[in-house]
């Protein structure tokens, strides 16, 4: 069955230190998105892409990088770690057209930043 | 910019009841207005969506009530289950554009 994967579930960190969020999907699906859940901001937009090598900043982008090299990957690169990044961070991931916005999700990463 | 305000932020209801998720949408462009729910440690799922152009849409026993003139809508489930205990996000987005979410509801159903 198609699915959307993230790796590592788990991460802790040290401040400053880089960090990548892998996600993965099988769908095929062209557009894929990347969310951090913080308690009263509900999912907040990190970057997004509609394709391979394209790639856009959403609403709290600041310190965060994403590349697409191909359909499946989007990987989320922390560039230097802050405390401020403490979150879930889910991926998703979207057809193109009528079904646009029917986002599926993975089961997300809880990233610590110590 | 929060361009969409759910409320209330956590609910607690009798099984058999029916809770009401209510959000309110600034942007009057937007025209697709879905809502997520998401069981814990899990990512959210899509659970029901409506357009402008209707005022009710029913899956099962979950409602979503749309007002247009009001610039609101609302998630009803009827006969509420303790399985339906779940945190439910509202979301709104225009044309092809990116969705914006709520900011999510904690819903308990007591049995």
């Known amino acids: 069955d198609a699915e959307i994967t993230q790796s590592p579930r788990h991460k802790i960190t040290e401040t400053g230190r880089q960090v990548t969020l892998a996600c993965h999907q099988t769908w095929n699906h062209n557009n894929m998105f990347w969310y951090r859940q913080d308690l009263g901001h509900g999912l907040r937009l990190i970057h997004y892409?509609?394709?391979?090598?394209?790639?856009n900043k959403g609403e709290v982008s600041d310190g965060y990088s994403v590349s697409r090299s191909n359909t499946e990957d989007l990987p989320l690169t922390l560039e230097s770690a802050a405390s401020s990044q403490t979150s879930v961070y889910f991926c998703?991931?979207?057809?193109?057209?009528?079904?646009?916005?029917?986002?599926?999700f993975g089961p997300g990463t809880r990233l610590t930043v110590l | 910019q929060q361009q969409v305000k759910q409320s209330p932020q956590s609910l607690i209801v009798q099984k058999g009841g029916i809770p009401i998720i209510n959000c309110a949408y600034e942007n009057t462009a937007f025209d697709y207005f879905p809502w997520y729910q998401q069981f814990p440690g899990k990512g959210p799922a899509l659970l029901i969506a409506?357009?402008?152009?209707?005022s009710e849409k029913k899956e099962g026993r979950f409602t979503i009530s749309f007002n247009k003139s009001a610039k609101q809508f609302s998630l009803h489930i009827m006969d509420s289950q303790p399985g339906d205990s779940a945190t439910y996000f509202c979301?709104?987005?225009?044309?092809?554009?990116?969705?914006?979410f709520g900011q999510g509801t904690r819903l308990t159903i007591n049995p």
């Open positions: 998703a991931s979207s057809e193109g057209g009528t079904r646009i916005h029917e986002q599926f």
């Open positions: 409506i357009r402008p152009d209707v």
């Open positions: 979301a709104a987005s225009k044309g092809a554009q990116k969705l914006v």
């Open positions: 892409s509609y394709g391979v090598q394209d790639t």
